[in-house]
C-alpha cells in the first residue's frame, strides 16, 4: 500500500489517540466553556469536509462521466443520512448529557453506549477517507492527495476533542485513567478499519464513486445536525459552540489552501 494511503489512514486515528491522552494531563472535568468550543470544531470540520472534500468532487466526477451532475450527488446523499438514520436507530448508545438510552433496548453499561455513540460518529469519517483514498488510488478521478490529507487533517482534529469528550467524562465517572484512555481510543479505531474496507473493495467503489462520496457527505451532515451542533448549544455558553464552528470552517479552508500550494 503506498505511503501516501497509509498515512492518510492514520492521520484520523492519531487525532483520536491524542485527544483521548488528554486524560493524563486535564483535570476531572473538562471545562464546559472548552467543551462548547471543542463541539462546534468537531462540526465545523464535518460540514466543510463534506462541502469541499466530498459534495464538491463528486458533482466534478460526475460532470467528467456525462451525468447530470446534481443526481449522483443528491441520490448519494439521502442515502446517507438513510444510512446513519436506521443506524443511530438500531444501535443502542447514550449520550454525555443524556440519560435515556437510544437504538434497540439492551443491558449494556453506560460506558460501552458512551463508545458506541462516538463509534457511531466515526462511521462516515472513515468512510469518507476511504472513498478519497480509493479514488486516488484508482485515478483518473479529479480527486488529489491535497484533498486526501486535508481531509484527513481535517478529521484528525475533529478527533481531537471526541477522543477528549470520551475519555474525560469517563475518568470524572471514577474509571480510572489508563481505561478511559482505552475508550477513548476504541471509540476511533473503527475509523482505519472503515476505511481500509472501503479501500478493499475498489473495484466495486470505482463505477459508484461519485455516489459514494455524496454517501459519505450525507452521513457526516446527519452527525452534524443530529448530534454535535445539538450538544454545543445545549445549555449555558452556547454562542461558544457557534464560535467554534466558524472557526473551524476558517481554519479547514486554510489548511486546505496550504496543502494545495505544497503539492
Given at each position: 500500500m503506498d505511503t501516501n494511503v497509509i498515512l492518510g489512514l492514520i492521520i484520523p486515528f492519531?487525532?483520536?489517540?491524542?485527544?483521548a491522552g488528554m486524560v493524563f494531563f486535564m483535570r476531572k472535568q473538562i471545562n464546559?466553556?472548552?467543551e462548547k468550543i471543542l463541539l462546534g470544531f468537531a462540526a465545523g470540520v464535518m460540514i466543510s469536509a463534506s462541502v469541499w472534500s466530498l459534495m464538491q468532487p463528486s458533482m466534478e466526477m460526475a460532470i467528467e462521466e456525462g451525468l447530470i451532475p446534481w443526481l449522483p450527488a443528491t441520490i448519494g446523499f439521502i442515502l446517507g443520512v438513510t444510512f446513519l438514520l436506521i443506524l443511530d436507530s438500531i444501535t443502542p448508545h447514550i449520550h454525555l448529557r443524556r440519560n435515556e438510552q437510544e437504538g434497540i433496548k439492551s443491558k449494556l453499561k453506560k460506558v460501552s453506549m458512551l463508545v458506541f455513540a462516538v463509534t457511531l460518529h466515526n462511521i462516515p469519517e472513515g468512510m469518507a477517507v476511504g472513498v478519497v483514498l480509493a479514488g486516488i488510488i484508482v485515478g483518473n478521478t479529479?480527486?488529489?492527495?491535497a484533498g486526501a490529507l486535508a481531509l484527513s487533517i481535517g478529521i484528525a482534529i475533529q478527533n481531537f476533542p471526541e477522543g477528549a469528550i470520551i475519555s474525560m467524562p469517563l475518568k470524572a465517572e471514577g474509571i480510572n485513567k489508563i481505561k478511559a484512555f482505552g475508550y477513548g481510543v476504541l471509540s476511533g479505531i473503527v475509523e482505519p478499519i472503515a476505511a481500509i474496507i472501503t479501500i478493499c473493495l475498489i473495484n466495486v467503489v470505482q463505477p459508484i464513486l461519485p455516489y459514494l462520496l455524496a454517501f459519505a457527505a450525507g452521513a457526516m451532515i446527519y452527525v452534524v445536525v443530529e448530534e454535535l451542533i445539538p450538544e454545543s448549544q445545549v445549555g449555558k455558553h452556547s454562542n461558544l459552540g457557534t464560535i467554534g464552528v466558524a472557526l473551524r470552517i476558517y481554519i479547514d479552508d486554510d489548511i486546505r489552501c496550504s496543502i494545495r500550494v505544497k503539492y
Open positions: 492519531l487525532g483520536t489517540v491524542l485527544g464546559p466553556k472548552i479529479g480527486l488529489t492527495l
